[in-house]
């Protein structure tokens, strides 16, 4: 089966939405949920981090089987772990039992989704690459702007259980659509490393300075993003009053902005290096970081300022991740599942370590989301420059 840029983008990016609709989906609805177990509002925002550090821990573990096993093995095995995960989770009662069960969903997640960036580096390089993810990551960005939307209606339709039946169903639709369109791009290899050499890939990966710079980028700013995620539910509607039907449209704006970041992505990768429409992503992300301090301390916040920046931040994800993936695979054109795996757990983890900054102490503040933004912003400018500095330059 021939498989064309657009069909490689299309079929990747409806998988690796699987993490998106996961996390973004149930927002509206933690309040709610919180309510239905008896929990805290902040304890059940940190079932966030808890699918972060599965997510991670999964593509860690799976990352290297797909090399070895092929893709679609480990792809299938994954996507029918969530979806058994996500029925689960429609009958939980306790927030022990929630946070167990997204850990074990995440993992089916992350043996899935590991898969994507490793399918579009065995079919493209280079330029051609970034293109093709930066394409993915613009279509992908349709489930997290449709997501609260969509988690908004369920839950009032029926409760939150509802949410995690459609990922369930949305599982089950994926495993239909890549069983029929996606053929195995990379195949068994007997030859691929061991357990013993896995470990030696990842130290190689951890040893190449330059890559290590463009994974401090990408999970800074993953960081960051999620810090503002997780702690959303929180600013937006109980420090700002919103309603949970209102809550889609600001947290959707984000989405909005990162997809038109995509785009121009896109344009300028015509004529200009991955790495340099990466320090762009990175200054200004950091710019916004800066002036949400600069309005808080002021005592200027108000809800309109605030998701303005917080737009202008998060949306420079899509400058920064297609580019800063694409430079680092690079580095590994013979195992790039492995590489992506790790780069995908050192990313999820610090999205999972921001969200359990901003919600673990239950301060009613929006100081810890400030703080835990700026801060991965700034180690982010920091990291790239000091580890891809030579790169970057020329």
């Known amino acids: 089966m021939k498989l064309d840029s657009r069909r490689v983008a299309l079929l990747v990016a409806a998988n690796t939405a699987l993490a998106p609709f996961a996390i973004d989906a149930y927002l509206p609805a933690i309040p709610a949920l919180a309510e239905s177990i008896g929990a805290s509002v902040h304890h059940t925002e940190l079932s966030i981090s808890v699918f972060l550090f599965g997510f991670a821990f999964g593509q860690l573990v799976f990352g290297p089987l797909s090399d070895r096993l092929g893709r679609r093995p480990v792809l299938f095995a994954g996507i029918s772990v969530f979806l058994l995960a996500s029925l689960a989770i429609t009958q939980v009662e306790s927030l022990e039992a929630l946070w167990a069960l997204r850990f074990i969903q995440a993992l089916g997640g992350g043996a899935s989704v590991v898969n994507s960036a490793a399918i579009v580096r065995d079919c493209f390089s280079g330029r051609e690459a970034a293109k093709v993810l930066s394409t993915m990551v613009m279509i992908l960005l349709l489930a997290p702007l449709v997501a609260p939307a969509l988690g908004s209606l ?5 409760g939150w259980w509802l949410i995690f039946a459609f990922l369930a169903v949305y599982a089950a639709f994926l495993l239909w659509l890549l069983s029929r369109y996606l053929p195995e791009t990379h195949g068994r290899d007997p030859n691929a490393p061991s357990f013993r050499q896995v470990l030696g890939n990842y130290r190689a990966v951890m040893r190449n300075r330059e890559a290590m710079g463009y994974i401090c980028a990408v999970a800074m700013s993953f960081a960051g993003m999620f810090a503002f995620i997780t702690g ?22 984000n989405i909005i902005v990162m997809a038109g970041s995509n785009r121009l992505n896109i344009r300028l990768l015509r004529f200009r290096a991955p790495q340099r429409n990466l320090l762009w992503g990175l200054g200004i992300q950091l710019a916004a970081g800066l002036a949400l ?6 005592g200027l916040e108000s809800l309109y300022v605030v998701a303005l920046l917080m737009v202008v931040f998060v949306g420079m994800q899509g400058l920064i991740s297609p580019n800063a993936m694409s430079s680092m695979l690079d580095h590994f054109p013979h195992m790039s599942a492995t590489a992506t795996a790790f780069m995908g757990s050192v990313q999820f983890t610090c999205g999972a370590l921001a969200g359990v900054l901003v919600g673990a102490f239950e301060i009613p503040s929006a100081w810890p989301i400030i703080l835990t933004m700026l801060g991965a912003a700034v180690l982010g400018n920091i990291g790239v420059r000091l580890l891809a500095g030579v790169a970057l330059r020329g």
């Open 293 to 298: 301090v600069a309005v808080f301390a002021l």
């Open 232 to 253: 959303s539910p929180f600013l937006y509607m109980e420090y700002f009053g919103l309603s949970p039907a209102a809550y889609p449209f600001v947290f959707g704006a």
């Open 154 to 158: 369920l839950l009032y339709l029926a």
